[in-house]
């Protein structure tokens, strides 16, 4: 099939039960990365952080979002602020890394802005004519605290995350009452050969579980696997951890659930037997065809146990490995001319063998093309067309 400009919501249908999923171009063109980067993946809300990162006065943290770089501080009255991470004078990067300081100072030539953005201090700029200090201070940036967690947008227009979210804060804390009090223990991280939205896309399904995850479904009970949709998240819960399971140790589990959501478009968070926890997945966009992932483990203490260490490795060394060669050989595969786009595998009563999350992610994808239609436009390639050939999707 040519590429031209109706083949990306060619096959979609808002009917799940017979739809394709998202045109192969959508993960391999260079153009529509570069488009998401612009549109999509700059104006949502990205994670950040546990807020006890950002919990005390002076504490800082940087970031890169959308290719754009960020620092998010907490003022001296306890507020949370966000900003370019660029000097108003040259433009030079501010800070690096986390921690705290009092004001941040630009290695360049010292231009100095307190924690509410503000330039405070600007060398041998006295004399200047019609420069005043007071004038000038940092482009802020949305942020937002939610669910115990820090988010920030580049969308200055952007509704606030927790009205944009429904219900989930409150699902967080029903199912994970103890999130805000649960300290960082373990990172691990990831390099995948693969588009953002493979690796999206297998997340929000466990129809491939049985087939490749075997020590996954002995820890999960399948049978009570159930897949919600609600707005801009998706909820994946099921009992587990119950019994002796070829996974991990879970005989001292307290928490005997498997809870699992994913937030719009690339937060994965996750609730998994054993003791108090909670894991946030950290997906990445960084080309069309490279993603990098970060799982942070935030558990009862800042030592994990050893049953923790054996999940910690279970999900390093097993569960992992599997699903990063499963992404990196659909992104080879949809480089093919073999392969356009798949049927979408629906089971009504919305259980974990179906791929109705995957459905409603690629509505959101194309809603977020569809938006973009009205703005600045398709890019180039794609500028004869006049909505992607999305009508009737």
Request: aromatic share 10%; net charge negative; charged share 25%.
């Amino acid at each position: 099939m040519a590429l031209n400009d109706r083949s990306i919501g060619v096959g979609y249908s808002a009917d799940a039960m017979n739809s394709q999923s998202l045109h192969a171009d959508a993960y391999v063109k260079p153009e529509w990365y570069d488009h998401e980067l612009k549109t999509l993946l700059s104006r949502t809300w990205r994670w950040i952080c546990h807020r006890e990162k950002l919990r005390e006065p002076g504490s800082y943290l940087t970031e890169t979002i959308a290719d754009m770089p960020i620092v998010i501080t907490r003022n001296a009255g306890g507020e949370l602020k966000a900003f370019y991470n660029v000097c108003k004078h040259r433009a030079h990067h501010l800070i690096e890394g986390e921690g705290t300081a009092r004001s941040l100072v630009c290695p360049y030539h010292a231009w100095t802005y307190d924690l509410d953005g503000s330039l405070v201090a600007a060398r041998h700029t006295n004399h200047l004519p019609e420069f005043e200090m007071k004038d000038i201070c940092l482009d802020e940036v949305q942020v937002e605290e939610f669910g115990g967690f820090v988010f920030v947008n580049l969308d200055p227009t952007a509704a606030p995350l927790a009205e944009q979210a429904g219900d989930l804060g409150e699902e967080i804390a029903h199912w994970a009452p103890d999130v805000e009090q649960l300290t960082f223990a373990h990172r691990l991280s990831y390099d995948i050969k693969s588009n953002w939205k493979n690796v999206v896309d297998n997340f929000l399904e466990c129809y491939h579980c049985h087939v490749a995850h075997k020590d996954f479904v002995s820890l999960v009970d399948m049978d009570t696997y159930e897949v919600t949709t609600h707005g801009i998240y998706s909820s994946h819960m099921a009992e587990a951890g119950k019994t002796d399971n070829t996974a991990y140790d879970v005989s001292d589990a307290t928490v005997t659930d498997h809870a699992v959501w994913w937030l719009w478009p690339t937060t994965c968070m996750m609730r998994y037997p054993g003791r108090g926890n909670f894991i946030i997945l950290n997906i990445i966009p960084v080309g069309p065809d490279r993603t990098l992932e970060t799982y942070d483990f935030f558990l009862e203490t800042p030592e994990p146990n050893d049953a923790e260490l054996d999940s910690v490795k279970y999900l390093d060394e097993v569960l992992q490995v599997e699903d990063i060669d499963i992404v990196e050989s659909v992104q080879r595969g949809m480089k093919t001319p073999a392969f356009t786009q798949g049927r979408i595998v629906i089971d009504p009563s919305g259980s974990g063998l179906s791929e109705h999350g995957l459905h409603h992610f690629h509505g959101l994808v194309l809603d977020a093309y569809r938006t973009e239609i009205a703005g600045a436009g398709p890019p180039q390639e794609y500028a004869s067309g006049s909505n992607f050939g999305l009508e009737g999707s």
